[in-house]
């Protein structure tokens, strides 16, 4: 099984540098079209932002020294 992921990140200046706060995959396969496999990484990360989002909301994200906790 072939998975493809995305992350959302606490924001900084330069894209992607920031520390991960969610993650997510979901799997492809072989028989997957471009199209496929390209909506299937949209879906996931059109959805993270907003659960980044709601885990500050919550006070569950912890930031320090560029690392990040983030509690259940």
Known sequence: MTLIGATAHTFTNGLDEGPTITQDVTPVSHG????????????????LPSTAVRAHLNHRVISDA??????D
């Open 32 to 47: 997957d079209t471009p199209a496929t496999m390209a909506r299937r990484g949209s879906d996931l990360e059109s959805l």
């Open 66 to 71: 560029g690392r990040t906790v983030v509690s």
